[in-house]
């Protein structure tokens, strides 16, 4: 299990923006591919954004596309997620993960949650209409 603190969350009008942090006290962070969830009210988790270990290779759902970016910073073991163009379907508790394996696959990032197994304690976001 790898430590992970999230931070950022909170309350943003439609086409702000809000960039999001993960932090980790383990220091083969850096030896993992992390990524972003999320939690819809009422829904079942769902896939946001990955960023590979090593190659920095990002993936994102379809819906986030274009709006969200990942990115990490492996000398202060932070993941991060910056997300603009907001809209009122970002509304969620976003979680950070780190996958399972230790330098897992670098040549295609994993999306379903079954990966990863250490979890942030997740952050609201609110965007409201």
């Known amino acids: 299990q790898v430590p992970l603190v999230e931070s950022g969350g909170g309350l943003v009008q439609a086409g702000g923006s809000l960039s999001l942090s993960c932090a980790s006290s383990?220091?083969?962070?850096?030896?993992?591919?992390v990524a972003w969830f999320r939690q819809p009210p009422g829904k079942e988790r769902e896939f946001v954004a990955v960023?590979?270990?090593?190659?920095?290779?990002?993936s994102y759902a379809d819906s986030v596309k274009g709006r969200f970016t990942i990115s990490r910073d492996n000398n202060k073991n932070t993941l991060y997620l910056q997300m603009n163009s907001l809209k009122p379907e970002d509304t969620a508790v976003y979680f950070c993960?780190?996958?399972?394996?230790?330098?897992?696959?670098?040549?295609?990032?994993?999306?379903?949650?079954?990966?990863?197994?250490?979890w942030g304690q997740g952050t609201q976001v609110t965007v409201s209409s």
């Open positions: 993960a780190v996958e399972s394996r230790r330098f897992g696959s670098i040549s295609s990032a994993p999306r379903g949650a079954e990966n990863f197994g250490s």
């Open positions: 960023i590979t270990w090593g190659t920095d290779r990002s």
């Open positions: 383990d220091r083969s962070f850096s030896d993992y591919t």
